[in-house]
């Protein structure tokens, strides 16, 4: 059994479930669109996030509805920003295969993208879970500015480690700690707990982007996605320029 099988074995049964939730909440009124949203579902990557909301969820209690519901408000918040990402970066390529943009063009892409962003809100409000959407929008509102914050910075030759950190904490951080915090809050955990929850997601985040980055350095393949993108884009990703971004201390009278 694999490190990641082994985590998430005290919420598997929940997972399964899950999927059946997802999958129902991505269902459209048109037939173009369920095409789509089905090709979206052989695709889905290891749903992390929806890991992270239930575990926490049992770490202060029971798997609910309002823990379904933040589950899926944020992973399909989650594929909104994938989808979105693509077309942006004008990659096409997603997990190894075709990403949307390469398929169904980047007008269709960004539509889809949409349709996603709001199938999330009108799942929240549909159950009135408004505290959740107010944790999630938070969220998102972070990693936009973070995108912000990355394009700005990169117009430089580098940035400091505080601003890398800043910048990482914003666009990926911000959505773990939205996952640690929603899954606490549906349990019925204290405001306390809910914070401290949110700051470990906050730390795992983080974590979990600076293994991204070097994983961009890896052999074509190895990841599941395109690699080298960062410098290709001219956004000069932190560990390329770590070593340098260090200086060495000044000697006393120097």
Same mark, same amino acid.
């Given at each position: ?66 823990? @379904? ?20 970066? $004008? ?55 973070? $995108? ?46 809910? $914070? ?14 600076? +293994?991204?980055?070097?994983?961009? @350095? ?32 000044? +000697?006393?009278?120097?």
């Amino acid at each position: 059994m694999g490190e990641l099988e082994k985590i998430r074995k005290p919420v598997k049964q929940e997972l399964t479930e899950f999927e059946k939730v997802f999958r129902k909440e991505l269902k459209g009124s048109i037939p173009f669109l369920d095409i789509i949203t089905n090709f979206i579902l052989r695709r889905k990557g290891k749903q992390i996030r929806p890991l992270f909301v239930f575990l926490s969820a049992k770490l202060f209690g029971q798997v609910n509805q309002s823990t @379904y519901v933040a589950a899926s408000l944020i992973e399909l918040l989650h594929t909104a920003t994938l989808v979105h990402d693509d077309v942006v970066d $004008e990659s096409y390529e997603r997990r190894g295969f075709f990403s949307l943009n390469a398929l169904w063009k980047s007008k269709v892409a960004v539509l889809v993208g949409d349709y996603l962003l709001a199938k999330g809100l009108l799942a929240a409000v549909r159950h009135k879970e408004y505290h959740l959407l107010e944790i999630v929008s938070d969220a998102v509102r972070e990693m936009s500015e973070g $995108e912000l914050l990355q394009i700005q910075k990169s117009r430089r030759n580098g940035i400091a480690p505080e601003e890398y950190f800043e910048i990482i904490r914003k666009k990926t951080a911000a959505l773990i700690s939205s996952c640690t915090a929603c899954g606490a809050y549906s349990a019925g955990a204290s405001e306390e707990s809910v $914070e401290r929850m949110k700051q470990f997601g906050e730390h795992a985040g983080i974590i979990f982007q600076i +293994k991204d980055d070097l994983l961009d @350095y890896q052999k074509t393949g190895l990841t599941g996605k395109p690699t080298g993108n960062d410098i290709r884009k001219e956004n000069i990703p932190f560990p390329l320029f770590w070593p340098f971004s260090i200086r060495p201390p000044v +000697k006393p009278g120097k």
